[in-house]
């Protein structure tokens, strides 16, 4: 056993860098696909809805955590050898993709019916209606609550410690597992997870209060 020192939270600090890289790419994914899964939710074609209203279903309705086993321990039974980096992503990716598209869904729904009625009015085609009319407007409702999930999404990395990727969590726990001083140790795993979400958080607040205000004049 050993005391915490400088060199210790060096390494918690240096895992940061895997905790932003996978949050980035569960969010860039999770975009792409929750624009996906919106356009579909708000499509005119019945099984377009139905196949987004399932999968929202199935990973709103259960644990990331479990995503992330079945995603790990899952793939190798199907024969794909997958590596916790890769599961990690992928697990995040569709979980985010879920929570997103039905945020966008509802931001898209909250454009008034006289935009809908005008576009169609114009004759354009459903895509010239969504591009040039309804995804513009949609997007400025979207961006303070888009934001503030980005929040989620950095937490929610934490559980990749338990398939054995090496982020801020999972250093804390070898370095924990080095020194035996759970509460130093931990206490500044949660430090750096206040300074990665508290900006975004006041981003998202400052975001809402102009779009109200706004709204309000």
């Given at each position: 056993m050993r005391t915490f020192g400088i060199g210790d939270l060096w390494f918690i600090l240096e895992a940061a860098q895997w905790t932003i890289a996978l949050s980035l790419i569960?969010?860039?994914g999770g975009a792409i696909g929750g624009l996906a899964i919106a356009l579909s939710r708000t499509s005119?074609?019945?099984?377009?809805?139905?196949?987004?209203?399932?999968?929202?279903?199935?990973?709103?309705?259960t644990p990331l955590l479990l995503q992330l086993f079945l995603v790990f321990f899952g793939a190798p039974i199907l024969?794909?050898?997958v590596n916790p980096w890769v599961a990690a992503g992928i697990a995040?990716?569709?979980?985010?993709?879920a929570f997103l598209g039905e945020i966008w869904r509802g931001c898209i729904e909250a454009i008034p019916r006289g935009q809908?009625?005008?576009a169609e009015a114009l004759?354009?085609?459903?895509?010239?209606?969504?591009?040039?009319?309804?995804l513009p407007q949609a997007f400025k409702i979207a961006?303070?609550?888009t934001?503030?999930?980005m929040v989620q999404i950095i937490k929610g990395t934490s559980l990749a410690a338990i398939i054995g990727f090496t982020e801020v969590t999972r250093a804390g726990q070898i370095i924990n597992n080095a020194t035996f001083q759970p509460l130093i140790v931990f206490s500044v795993v949660a430090a750096i997870y206040f300074m990665l979400c508290w900006p975004l958080s006041l981003l998202a607040g400052h975001m809402e209060r102009r779009r109200n205000a706004a709204l309000a004049r």
């Open positions: 569960a969010f860039i005119d074609l019945p099984l377009l809805r139905n196949a987004a209203r399932a999968f929202i279903l199935v990973f709103q309705g024969g794909l050898d995040l990716i569709l979980n985010t993709s809908w009625e005008a004759n354009l085609s459903y895509r010239s209606r969504m591009m040039k009319v309804i961006l303070p609550p934001v503030g999930y």
